[in-house]
């Protein structure tokens, strides 16, 4: 179903706007743009179902334009709805079961201060179904995934935390958190990381939320609590606490001491956690840990991060020792760290690191962004573009020599990026 966006420009930028709306094939129908002072409002038929995504797209592409974009909101949320509607849509009072989707598409447009409130009063309702809690907890993503503001994210994580506690204190000690608690939280993580992901902040702002509520979710028991928090710390812009980042630390190492895959994701969103915490002795040390960790993905982004705590030295120590390894993935990160910290002494290192490249059959990642699809830049592209910068120096001097003499037998991908993107260098092809 298609969804109604406004959305305002300035007044200058009308024109331009017009002609850029009108190309774009997602949206269906607009209006003629109205002056109004240093602003030209439309309105948009956009073909997308996902209310803030069509509330966000028209304008990135606008931005994309050089428009300037003033605002962007959606016109169809339904923000007061009657308590009996919303029982039927959620499955009313009914037994104590739980049923969770496939919900109504009604509530695909709900949103709003009211609309959360009247869901919070059936969670926080003590005389209610566990089931019906837990549906009018999970619905509670949509209203706030239309409607991500900071107050309602705060109000919904608030009485998470509220009705946890009562969980807590009940013998034994729980592993889980109650079904609502979180599907709460994870209706504020939907929000808050949608929202930082689309890179659009001056549209719509990522929510700041307390730490101190953050802290008490992450410190408990309920392991199934600690992804959706650490997702939500690796965005947020605040300035983490000692405190906060002492319990980061703790989340993190625990879970990659675990087995299985669930800790595995939850150990890799600690890692980029801690990147935004403090440099403390406790982020420092889970970082060193993680960055031995048996997974992959876990072990690169701790090395990232001391990397950028610590500099260069840092950054040879890891790719003197990844370098060694026979893991692909380590290598090419070696190549990158060379690439991005190494100095002229360095170069020894550097030649290493592409002659390895040189021998690999690595196919480069392609990705999907707003310009299509895009093909990351062979291995080796970095590290020719390394020494390169220091032709001057002789190991440099003595191994484009070496590129040259054996040109043709050079990677294909490889020899056609340096042909387009280094110029300035002679390469014989015969």
């Known amino acids: 179903m298609p969804c109604r966006v406004r959305i305002a420009v300035a007044a200058g930028d009308a024109a331009l706007a017009a002609s850029v709306l009108d190309a774009d094939e997602e949206v269906l129908r607009r209006t003629e743009p109205v002056v109004d002072g240093e602003v030209a409002p439309f309105q948009l038929e956009v073909d997308r179902n996902h209310r803030p995504i069509a509330v966000v797209r028209p304008a990135m592409g606008l931005s994309y334009a050089g428009?300037?974009?003033?605002?962007?909101?959606?016109?169809?949320?339904?923000?007061?709805?009657?308590?009996?509607?919303?029982?039927?849509?959620?499955?009313?009072?009914?037994?104590?079961?739980?049923?969770?989707?496939?919900?109504?598409?009604?509530?695909f447009a709900i949103g709003g201060a009211r609309f959360v409130q009247q869901l919070l009063d059936i969670v926080t309702d003590p005389s209610a179904s566990l089931g019906y809690r837990a549906r009018a907890a999970d619905a509670c993503l949509f209203a706030l995934r239309n409607t991500p503001d900071a107050p309602l994210c705060r109000q919904v994580l608030e009485v998470a935390v509220q009705e946890l506690h009562p969980a807590l204190q009940k013998p034994p000690t729980r592993t889980r958190a109650p079904w609502h608690v979180t599907s709460l939280v994870e209706a504020v993580e939907d929000a808050v990381t949608q929202v930082a992901h689309w890179g659009f902040g001056r549209l719509w702002p990522v929510?700041?939320?307390?730490?101190?509520?953050?802290?008490?979710?992450?410190?408990?028991?309920?392991?199934?609590?600690?992804?959706?928090?650490?997702?939500?710390?690796?965005?947020?812009?605040?300035t983490r606490s000692e405190h906060l980042a002492s319990v980061v630390a703790d989340v993190a190492v625990e879970h990659d001491a675990k087995k299985g895959p669930d800790a595995a994701v939850v150990a890799a969103s600690a890692a980029d956690a801690l990147g935004g915490c403090p440099d403390t002795p406790a982020v420092q040390q889970a970082l060193e840990v993680l960055s031995r960790s048996e997974r992959l993905?876990?072990?690169?982004?701790?090395?990232?991060?001391?990397?950028?705590?610590?500099?260069?030295?840092v950054a040879k120590g890891l790719w003197e020792q990844l370098l060694q390894d026979r893991s692909l993935a380590q290598r090419l990160y070696a190549s990158e760290l060379i690439a991005g910290h190494g100095r002229a002494e360095d170069l020894p290192a550097a030649i290493t690191a592409?002659?390895?490249?040189?021998?690999?059959?690595?196919?480069?990642?392609?990705?999907?962004?707003?310009?299509?699809?895009?093909?990351d830049p062979p291995w080796g592209s970095e590290l020719l573009t390394f020494l390169w910068r220091h032709r001057e120096q002789p190991p440099a001097a003595a191994e484009i020599q070496r590129l040259r003499q054996r040109w043709p037998a050079i990677r294909p991908d490889l020899a056609t990026w340096a042909v387009e993107h280094l110029p300035d260098l002679p390469l014989r092809t015969a």
């Open 297 to 313: 993905e876990v072990r690169l982004g701790a090395m990232g991060h001391l990397v950028r705590r610590g500099g260069h030295l």
């Open 67 to 107: 428009v300037e974009v003033a605002f962007s909101r959606p016109l169809d949320i339904a923000e007061t709805v009657s308590d009996a509607w919303l029982q039927e849509r959620i499955g009313g009072p009914g037994p104590d079961r739980y049923v969770h989707g496939p919900f109504d598409p009604a509530l």
């Open 207 to 238: 929510p700041q939320l307390p730490e101190e509520l953050l802290t008490e979710l992450l410190a408990s028991s309920c392991r199934d609590l600690h992804w959706p928090v650490l997702k939500i710390l690796a965005v947020v812009p605040e």
């Open 354 to 375: 592409l002659r390895q490249a040189l021998k690999s059959k690595h196919t480069p990642r392609e990705t999907w962004s707003s310009a299509g699809l895009v093909t």
